[in-house]
Nanobody, 124 residues
Framework: QGPLVQSGGGLVQAGGSLRLSCAAS????????VGWFRQAPGKEREAVSC????????YYLDSVKGRFTISRDNAKKMIYLQMNRLKPDDTAVYFC?????????????????WGQGTQVTVSS
């Protein structure tokens, strides 16, 4: 297992909820920008939601605003993504990421650590 270990995900009907978790037990998490990315078949990986190292540094993809909530617990070394009112278009493999470097959205640059990925499938 790598430094980031994901859990959660699965199959849910449209309108349902899922919670993704990412354990970062080997990292001092408060030194990292963290985020959730997803990749659907035939599409490029995209940033879904990110949290910077400081309070208020948050990014959400427009299509998930108001439905998804990202959070982090630096003491427990955990990253979460609560996904509500899921839609079939949310179907993808979801990855957590942590990086000391970040972009203008406070999203991890993707050069440091990635989770193993977890499938989220939303049926209509």
């Amino acid at each position: 297992q790598g430094p980031l270990v994901q859990s959660g995900g699965g199959l849910v009907q449209a309108g349902g909820s899922l919670r993704l978790s990412c354990a970062a037990s080997a990292l001092t998490l408060n030194f990292y920008s963290v985020g959730w990315f997803r990749q659907a078949p035939g599409k490029e990986r995209e940033a879904v939601s990110c949290l910077g190292m400081d309070v208020g540094e948050t990014y959400y993809l427009d299509s998930v605003k108001g439905r998804f909530t990202i959070s982090r617990d630096n003491a427990k070394k955990m990253i979460y993504l609560q996904m509500n009112r899921l839609k079939p278009d949310d179907t993808a493999v979801y990855f957590c990421a942590a990086d000391r470097g970040y972009d203008g959205r406070h999203c991890p640059l993707g050069n440091d650590f990635w989770g193993q990925g977890t499938q989220v499938t939303v049926s209509s």
